[in-house]
């Protein structure tokens, strides 16, 4: 924690307290220069409409003068972990529902090669070329 302290002071607090501010706006005036080409506007103004405040842009290195919106990167994560998590149930489900479709699938084919008089070698070589492995031929025969 101490460590998160000392780099926030160093890398936005420190900025701020030690900026150059002759108008007293709590803006920069080299930010202001390179961003206003004046010093005019003060820190609570929003020239770009955009909701964040000249202050808040400068402790954030943005432009102040392009309409940029805050991005709610709570909701973001939200949304993505939820379909992250639908994703993966899916998945899943799916790999579960796979090996017993397969099983009954070969159950079914094997049933079927009986009933049309054929010999277990010759399922076998059948079912071997359909894809199945002889582990699982041999569970059915």
Known sequence: MRKILLLLFLFVLMPVIFAEDTDGDGLDDGWE??????????????????????????????????????????????????????????????????????????KDMVSSMRSRGMKQDQIKQELVRSGYNLQEINKYL
């Open 33 to 106: 220069a390179r961003n206003f080409k004046t010093l005019t506007y003060s820190g609570n103004a929003d020239p770009d409409n955009d909701g964040i405040s000249n202050f808040n842009e400068y402790i954030q290195d943005s432009d102040p003068m392009a309409e940029e919106k805050e991005i709610n990167w709570i909701g973001i994560m939200i949304v993505v972990s939820v379909a992250v998590v639908l994703i993966l149930s899916g998945l899943i489900i799916l790999s579960r529902l796979q090996p017993q479709k397969k099983k009954d699938s070969l």
